[in-house]
């Protein structure tokens, strides 16, 4: 019985990894920037992080890329919602399993003396069918790294949704 755990393990391994890779290949969607010249000097570049909410049990991946004309902006976020759990009949265990993931659009930053604010493009909310959310993002650039909080704003929820999120800037190869 701990085999066919350990294959079903694997199998779910391999699968995740392939939606992982699938995922990271799509192009991400043009980004509104605002800011100075001055102040969006210091964003350019390849940026790569994760963001974790404990209240909506979401986390996932961030990329954004900036050129020295912000009209060349792009960046995603790839958004794993909360695991599910499903039981396996042959072993009597529970196996955790990813819920489908969805790559989610950056729609504007603005940076104004190092403090960045934006928003995510509005999105279907993962867990009520017919229901969106919205993101709104805060951060402050400090060197090689971006760190921040995130307000998720839900119908399901009174109370605003909150997570926060790190980005670090790729070395120029």
């Given at each position: 019985m701990r085999r066919n755990f350990s294959i079903i393990t694997f199998a779910l391994s391999i699968a995740t990894a392939l939606l992982l890779i699938s995922c990271g290949s799509s192009k991400p969607g043009p980004v509104q920037v605002f800011g100075a010249s001055e102040d969006l000097t210091p964003l350019t570049g390849e940026w790569s992080g994760t963001y974790d909410s404990k209240a909506t049990g979401r986390s996932g991946s961030i990329t954004f890329h900036l050129t020295?004309?912000?009209k060349g902006a792009h960046g995603d976020v790839f958004m794993v919602p909360k695991r599910q759990v499903v039981h396996d009949q042959?072993?009597?265990?529970?196996v955790p399993m990813a819920a489908s993931a969805n790559v989610l659009s950056i729609e504007f930053v603005r940076i104004a003396s190092g403090e960045i604010t934006g928003k995510i493009a509005t999105y279907p909310d993962p867990e009520v069918a017919?229901?969106?959310?919205e993101t709104h993002f805060t951060g402050h650039l400090g060197g090689e790294w971006i760190e921040g909080t995130f307000v998720t704003y839900s119908v399901r929820s009174v109370a605003p949704l909150r997570g926060t999120w790190r980005v670090h800037r790729k070395p120029v190869a």
């Open positions: 020295a004309d912000p042959a072993d009597r265990q529970y017919g229901a969106t959310l």
